[in-house]
């Protein structure tokens, strides 16, 4: 079997279109068509996503037919792991390969291009000149505020407060100096760590099946920077279509954003960034909502043949868990003064590699443990221990279902 490819990437983030290669996706509509892959070609996510030919933060497009009277392309969001209801990114490295291939038929200066994925029908304009494609712009969602100011006592006993949008998926929002430090490129590990502790105590206390924290310079500059973290530790090396949307619905909900008015967001892996403006004031399920334009651009990279062979001892692909205990931050001192003594000790780090092939719960039991008095051994405290042995366990179960589904 071989796939073909031509890679992009957007404000950092790596996308991979699918260009060749793929069977035959059955199905009258494209809900069918979409379970039609989940079912029978989750092969093809596994092997384009997973190492060694893709990493953790890959996302690959697969394109399927369209339903034609309502769209220009249909698109399938795969990353390492799950499927995407939608990726800002992808849909603009999407658009840049119709384009460039004649899959729609482009108008200067400006090409409306309609694309169907599983979160509806997403329309994009993308600028076109002398047979080259520029800007690609969106209109996401409408995405609203579900909780404007939500207090987090966090494992280390520090308190934050946070607020909670939704943009398709839920994000927790969280200013840095609500975690007493300053966001940089250098401290990427550190709030990573952080990050999962709010995505873990949001997620406890509001029930609500949160993608990610993103933790922002709470800058109401033309330019402003943020990292997100996933709830599997991932952080987003680009800009991130729907965490932009979050932080941009945020600011209008507060007053810092105007219809009309637009504002640079980028993230602190790549400083790359793209342009966010608040288009229409709606409604949804009777909530104020708005709606985000982003605005950015998609770069090639390359292209591939990828090939599989039957006697490749990876002929099955591996997914490469990172659980880590990186900081120890039970040592934050004086945390309800203006200016709190930070001082993270280097702890344990543990990277495990994991294929599925041996991943189930009942074979970590003594890693567990082991984990645990590892944690201790290191200062922290039983409670942030066990807590995060727990974490461990839920990330584990959800290998252990995948590769039971598999």
Same mark, same amino acid.
């Given at each position: 079997?071989?796939l073909?490819t %031509?890679?992009?990437?957007?404000?950092?983030s790596?996308i991979?279109?699918i260009?060749?290669?793929?069977?035959?996706?059955?199905?009258?509509?494209?809900?069918?068509?979409?379970?039609?892959?989940?079912?029978?070609?989750?092969?093809?996510?596994?092997?384009?996503?997973w190492?060694?030919?893709?990493?953790?933060?890959?996302?690959?497009?697969?394109p399927?037919? =369209?339903?034609?009277?309502?769209?220009? &392309?249909?698109?399938?969001?795969m990353?390492?792991?799950?499927?995407?209801?939608?990726?800002?990114?992808?849909t603009?490295?999407?658009?840049?390969?119709?384009?460039?291939?004649?899959l729609?038929?482009?108008?200067? +200066?400006?090409?409306?291009?309609?694309?169907?994925?599983?979160?509806?029908?997403?329309t994009?304009?993308?600028?076109?000149?002398?047979?080259?494609?520029?800007n690609? /712009?969106?209109? &996401?969602?409408?995405a #609203?505020?579900?909780?404007?100011e %939500?207090?987090?006592?966090?494992?280390?006993?520090?308190?934050v407060?946070?607020?909670?949008?939704?943009?398709?998926? #839920?994000?927790?929002?969280?200013?840095?100096?609500?975690?007493?430090?300053?966001?940089?490129?250098?401290?990427?590990?550190?709030?990573?760590?952080?990050?999962?502790?709010?995505?873990?105590?949001?997620i406890?206390?509001?029930?609500? +099946?949160?993608?990610?924290?993103? @933790?922002? $310079? &709470?800058?109401?500059? $033309?330019s402003?920077?943020?990292i997100?973290?996933?709830?599997d530790?991932?952080?987003?090396?680009?800009?991130?279509?729907?965490?932009s949307?979050? /932080?941009?619905?945020?600011?209008?909900?507060?007053?810092?954003?105007?219809?009309?008015?637009?504002?640079?967001? &980028?993230?602190?892996?790549?400083?790359?960034?793209?342009?966010?403006?608040?288009?229409?004031?709606?409604?949804?399920?009777? /909530?104020d909502?708005?709606?985000?334009?982003i605005?950015?651009?998609?770069?090639k990279?390359?292209? =591939?043949?990828?090939?599989?062979?039957?006697? $490749?001892?990876?002929?099955?692909?591996a997914?490469?868990?990172?659980l880590?205990?990186?900081?120890? /931050?039970?040592? @934050?001192?004086?945390?309800?003064?203006?200016? +709190?003594t930070?001082?993270?000790?280097?702890?344990?780090?543990?990277?495990?590699?994991?294929?599925f092939?041996?991943?189930?719960?009942?074979?970590?039991?003594? @890693?567990?443990?082991?984990?645990?008095?590892?944690?201790?051994?290191?200062?922290? +405290?039983?409670?942030?221990?066990?807590?995060?042995?727990?974490?461990?366990?839920?990330?584990?179960?959800?290998?252990?279902?995948?590769?039971a589904?598999?």
């Amino acid at each position: 079997m071989k796939l073909e490819t %031509t890679d992009y990437h957007c404000g950092g983030s790596a996308i991979r279109v699918i260009t060749g290669g793929l069977p035959e996706i059955r199905g009258s509509c494209f809900r069918e068509r979409m379970e039609f892959v989940h079912k029978n070609v989750d092969f093809v996510r596994k092997h384009l996503c997973w190492e060694p030919r893709g990493f953790q933060a890959m996302t690959v497009v697969m394109p399927i037919q =369209h339903d034609q009277s309502v769209a220009d &392309g249909a698109v399938l969001y795969m990353a390492a792991a799950m499927y995407l209801p939608f990726c800002g990114e992808a849909t603009i490295c999407y658009v840049r390969y119709l384009m460039e291939h004649s899959l729609v038929e482009c108008n200067e +200066p400006e090409t409306k291009v309609l694309v169907q994925c599983p979160l509806g029908l997403v329309t994009c304009y993308a600028e076109w000149n002398n047979r080259k494609v520029g800007n690609v /712009r969106f209109h &996401g969602v409408p995405a #609203y505020v579900h909780s404007v100011e %939500t207090d987090l006592n966090l494992s280390c006993g520090l308190k934050v407060r946070a607020g909670i949008v939704f943009s398709g998926e #839920y994000y927790v929002i969280v200013l840095e100096d609500q975690l007493h430090i300053d966001i940089s490129k250098e401290k990427c590990i550190t709030l990573t760590s952080w990050a999962d502790d709010v995505t873990q105590e949001a997620i406890e206390q509001s029930k609500l +099946p949160i993608c990610g924290t993103i @933790i922002t $310079d &709470g800058s109401l500059k $033309d330019s402003s920077f943020h990292i997100i973290v996933y709830e599997d530790s991932m952080v987003n090396r680009g800009f991130c279509g729907c965490g932009s949307t979050c /932080r941009a619905t945020f600011d209008y909900f507060n007053g810092n954003l105007k219809l009309g008015e637009s504002r640079q967001y &980028g993230s602190i892996v790549t400083k790359q960034c793209a342009t966010v403006t608040p288009v229409k004031a709606t409604k949804i399920d009777g /909530r104020d909502a708005v709606v985000i334009e982003i605005k950015s651009r998609a770069y090639k990279t390359g292209s =591939h043949v990828f090939e599989f062979e039957s006697d $490749d001892p990876l002929a099955k692909p591996a997914m490469v868990l990172n659980l880590r205990y990186a900081y120890n /931050r039970s040592q @934050i001192k004086n945390c309800n003064s203006t200016n +709190p003594t930070v001082q993270p000790r280097v702890g344990a780090k543990l990277v495990f590699g994991l294929s599925f092939e041996i991943a189930n719960l009942a074979g970590f039991q003594n @890693i567990l443990s082991w984990s645990r008095k590892v944690n201790l051994s290191h200062g922290l +405290p039983t409670e942030r221990s066990d807590r995060k042995c727990r974490q461990i366990a839920r990330v584990l179960k959800k290998v252990e279902n995948r590769w039971a589904e598999s």
